[in-house]
């Protein structure tokens, strides 16, 4: 075939999207464009997510929405999570899957492609290892995600993560520090460092001093102007990475720290390996190496078994620590998991009320947060036009999106900004008001890792 059309959709985390970016410069080497219509394409794609059960059925449902949308004699592949999870189940089962990939199965697409279009209904589902050399075929030219390990080797009793991503497993320092000079030279603005579990890299590396603090450090030092980094595990955090944090002013002043429950109970059957009052500590210690740190979490409502009284423990320790936001979800029980299996599941009513209760009393404290920033000059990363108002969005060093009225010229440039009220700022002096120009902004960046 000439002049092959790809698309791609993506649904869950970072990891993913990025995972996406590596499928999108492999397949190019083969000959694909990228194409935003999926009635032109001749290859779909979708990348999956499998966290929760409501993924799974988005997926489902977007498979029998684009039946009457798809070019005659297309194939659709659909791989990620979600396919790791079902394996050729998802492929027999479901009408209008052609053909379906694991989490470490990305370099056999065009195969399983070429087999699907002979009419043969292809699976490559194999244990989750190691990581795919592939050319990456970013989204952004001054924004780049940097997978630095995948996998996790924790025991959560309701997540899927260690089914479908397999254990920890570090990548090459080396091969981390090199991609990174590499978008350095390249004029990339940021780099997101990526892992199930970032902030346990190393942990499997022979030598005990190569961990996350000083792989972090390493990072800082080859002046990349903004580091970040997501998602990191209690457990995990400790007094090395915030000094490091701290001492280091390309690394942002956010961190992203999912408590799950606020009830000691609750996190024991969780087997989150923390206690609420080990949780507080790390706040506290934070925030006293940097007290303007934007703490968010994500938490659980409803986990089987959890009482009113232990999710008012939740609520109490939002109180407590003030956090910048909070991702909250219902509990959602996922296959071959412990907490699927557990009796005194929470009523889906009263999932939803918790759900709700999280939500006023995060809004209710987060402004206490908000407040102490009102006044101060941020640096804002700009990402492009907001949604309303004319005006234009971006990311400042505490994690927090910044709204303003800018210029497209600023798109991918760092704009000092005076934050006014509810995450609206104005710039703070003309002579960032230009910028300079990015017309270009949807382009898309080839590199390799």
């Known amino acids: 075939m000439k002049d092959k059309k790809l698309f791609l959709e993506t649904w869950g985390c970072q990891l993913n999207s990025h995972r996406s970016e590596k499928i999108a410069g492999h397949l190019e080497s083969f000959g694909y464009t990228t194409v935003n219509d999926i009635g032109k394409a001749d290859l779909i794609v979708f990348n999956t997510c499998a966290v929760r059960d409501k993924s799974?059925?988005?997926?489902?449902?977007?498979?029998?929405?684009?039946?009457?949308?798809?070019?005659?004699?297309?194939?659709?592949?659909?791989?990620?999570?979600?396919?790791?999870?079902?394996?050729?189940?998802?492929?027999?089962?479901?009408?209008?899957?052609?053909?379906?990939?694991?989490?470490?199965?990305?370099?056999?697409?065009?195969?399983?492609?070429?087999?699907?279009?002979?009419?043969?209904?292809?699976?490559?589902?194999?244990k989750p290892k190691g990581f795919e050399n592939l050319p990456v075929l970013r989204k952004s030219d001054y924004f780049a995600w940097v997978t630095i390990a995948e996998g996790c080797s924790n025991a959560c009793s309701y997540c899927i993560v260690p089914q479908v991503r397999g254990g920890l497993r570090s990548r090459s320092p080396e091969k981390i520090i090199e991609e990174i000079e590499t978008l350095v030279h390249e004029g990339y603005k940021e780099v997101q460092l990526l892992g199930q579990n970032v902030n346990a890299f190393g942990e499997d590396i022979a030598d005990k001093e190569r961990n996350f603090a000083w792989l972090l450090e390493k990072v800082a030092d080859t002046g990349i102007p903004r580091i970040s980094f997501t998602t990191p595990h209690p457990a995990d955090l400790d007094r090395e990475t915030l000094r490091v944090m701290s001492e280091n002013e390309n690394i942002v002043r956010h961190i992203h720290l999912p408590l799950q429950s606020g009830s000691n109970q609750v996190l024991e059957i969780m087997k989150r390996g923390y206690t609420k009052e080990k949780y507080l500590t790390l706040i506290d210690r934070t925030r006293e190496v940097d007290p303007l740190t934007n703490v968010t979490t994500d938490i659980i409502v409803g986990h089987p078994g959890e009482t009113r009284e232990e999710f008012k423990e939740t609520l109490d320790v939002i109180r407590k620590v003030k956090f910048g936001s909070i991702y909250v979800a219902q509990f959602s029980p996922r296959p071959d998991t412990k907490s699927a299996e557990m009796e005194n599941h929470v009523s889906e009513s009263e999932k939803k009320r918790r759900l709700q209760l999280v939500l006023e009393k995060q809004k209710e404290y987060s402004s206490e947060y908000e407040n102490q920033l009102i006044g101060m000059e941020t640096d804002v990363l700009v990402k492009g036009p907001a949604r309303k108002d004319g005006n234009f969005y971006g990311k400042n060093e505490f994690g927090e999106t910044i709204t303003f009225k800018g210029k497209e010229a600023m798109i991918g440039e760092f704009v000092k900004v005076i934050i006014e009220k509810d995450n609206h700022g104005k710039l703070a002096s003309t002579d960032t008001d230009e910028g300079s120009v990015k017309n270009d902004t949807d382009s898309h960046v080839k590199s390799s890792i």
Not at 65 to 74: A, F, N
């Open 56 to 126: 799974e059925e988005k997926v489902r449902g977007r498979i029998g929405q684009i039946k009457e949308e798809r070019k005659e004699h297309s194939i659709l592949g659909v791989g990620g999570c979600m396919a790791q999870h079902l394996g050729e189940t998802l492929l027999n089962q479901t009408a209008g899957v052609d053909f379906v990939f694991g989490t470490s199965n990305l370099k056999e697409i065009p195969d399983l492609a070429k087999r699907a279009r002979n009419k043969e209904r292809a699976a490559s589902i194999t």
